[in-house]
């Protein structure tokens, strides 16, 4: 297993990221409601998981059959509290583990 990747994120409310993980295509909504930080990702253009909740160290996408190569989780850096739009440049850290999911 690789080292896990950070993905750098900005303290906006909302906002949309394009990485390349495991030679793929993915992007990110990341957005803030009033009941926590939530997240759709996309891979390769196509919808493979929405409206997830952001939990500090739960897996994002958690299953191998969504054909997503890897795993995202938010790390508190600070403690073990849920990632809030406002730390995301510093305390909360967004990371991707190839083969995570199972």
Same mark, same amino acid.
């Given at each position: ?34 009941? /926590?930080?939530?997240?759709? @990702?996309?891979?390769? #253009? ?9 939990? %500090? =160290? ?11 190569? /890897?795993?995202?989780?938010? @790390?508190?850096?600070? #403690? ?9 440049? %510093? =305390? ?11």
């Amino acid at each position: 297993m690789t080292d896990p990747v950070t993905i750098p994120l900005n303290a906006t409310p909302r906002q949309s990221v394009t990485v390349p993980l495991s030679g793929s295509s993915v992007e990110l909504e990341i957005y803030q409601l009033s009941t /926590g930080l939530f997240m759709d @990702v996309y891979l390769s #253009g196509t919808l493979t998981i929405a409206g997830v909740l952001c939990q %500090d =160290r739960t897996w994002i996408i958690r299953k191998s059959c969504y054909g997503f190569p /890897g795993d995202l989780s938010f @790390v508190d850096t600070q #403690g073990s509290s849920d990632p809030d739009y406002t730390g995301l440049t %510093d =305390r909360y850290v967004l990371i991707y583990q190839e083969g995570q999911n199972v």
